[in-house]
């Protein structure tokens, strides 16, 4: 049996309980090591504490869960200050449908080109501080974290997570739009941070553009991918599995969602003989094929790499999209650059090479 699937089956899903771990000490830390590559550590220090096996973990737990509730209060701040000057904002990949500890808090704005600038300019009077910038985010850290704690790389950086904030004017890697924000207008929801109501993409509309945003600029998925889908799913409902195909559709992401419903749908199998019933019915509406087999590697092991054709693939499929067409343009533009190019093809490579992100 091989690590991930003790890790899945250890956690467990929405659709089927926790087993209660049978390991060692040892074997529980090295799951924690697993789950951390894969996005979920804290998830998993969460099912090992319903369990009362926290053991030597407790102190990983502690810390955290301290990291969990101080970056959700860095969101709820910046939206409050977001809210009283009447931006237009979501919150996107960052509320979870179970504990997690993100590296920053993402915010697209759905508003005018001017208004953003106009926006960046309020936060930066107003206790945020511009760490830097790319095409179409820039880079923020919250100063109630200390200027004397803040983490300046632009690669690399943003070392213990918590303060930091990627302000996006819209879904991109580098130039590239990879998803058209024109197409999440209509599906926000009120979500509750500490006590404070703030604007966050619908369930539909944020597993949407996670799906995209693994196969595409990160090309890797992994155990967060596999968890948001399965309880996005079970909490969506009919409604939301037609909203979230119809986005899927509308964004030309049809090839991104199946390779990412493959895998999800491949994991539980293995981890738990079935598949659930909602990710059957939304695999079958997309047209996903071979539901539950192996996947190229060949065993059930995560993170998983998604293969070359299939980001060419999801990339070729948006071609119709005037949006996608015009930012890739001015991304090949940009790449006669020689600096520009040299970065962007070793960040290229990088992704192909790493083993989580």
Excluded at 316 to 328: D, V
């Amino acid at each position: 049996m091989t690590s991930t699937l003790k890790l899945l089956r250890t956690i467990g899903s929405p659709f089927t309980p926790s087993l209660e771990p049978a390991v060692s000490d040892g074997e529980t830390t090295q799951l924690y090591q697993l789950a951390v590559r894969n996005k979920i550590g804290l998830l998993y220090l969460e099912t090992l504490k319903g369990w009362g096996a926290l053991g030597r973990l407790q102190s990983e737990y502690e810390r955290g869960y301290l990291r969990y509730s101080e970056t959700v209060a860095t969101a709820a701040r910046i939206c409050a200050v977001l809210d009283a000057a009447g931006v237009d904002y979501v919150l996107y990949k960052f509320v979870k449908p179970y504990p997690s500890t993100p590296s920053d808090v993402d915010i697209l704005f759905l508003g005018s080109d001017n208004d953003y600038r106009e926006t960046l300019r309020m936060l930066f009077a107003n206790g945020y501080f511009r760490l830097g910038a790319a095409p179409h985010q820039v880079i923020a850290y919250d100063l109630k974290g200390g200027i004397e704690n803040m983490d300046t790389r632009l690669w690399g950086g943003k070392e213990g997570g918590v303060y930091y904030i990627d302000l996006y004017d819209e879904v991109a890697a580098s130039h590239v739009i990879y998803v058209d924000k024109e197409h999440l207008r209509q599906y926000t929801a009120d979500v509750e941070l500490n006590g404070y109501q703030v604007r966050s993409l619908a369930p539909e509309a944020d597993l949407a553009v996670g799906i995209a945003h693994s196969v595409i600029p990160e090309q890797l998925y992994t155990l967060a991918d596999y968890y948001i889908t399965l309880y996005c799913l079970d909490r969506m409902g009919e409604t939301g599995i037609a909203n979230f195909v119809a986005i899927i559709r509308a964004d030309r992401l049809t090839l991104a969602s199946r390779a990412s419903l493959r895998m999800t749908a491949y994991f539980h199998q293995v981890a738990h003989g079935f598949i659930p019933e909602p990710l059957k019915r939304v695999s079958d509406r997309l047209g996903v094929k071979n539901l539950g087999e192996a996947n190229s590697q060949g065993d059930c092991s995560a993170p998983y790499r998604f293969g070359a054709l299939t980001v060419a693939g999801a990339l070729a499929e948006k071609l119709p999209s005037g949006k996608f067409i015009k930012s890739a343009v001015v991304q090949m533009v940009n790449m006669l650059n020689p600096r520009f190019g040299q970065r962007v093809v070793a960040d290229l490579i990088f992704r192909r090479r790493r083993l989580t992100y």
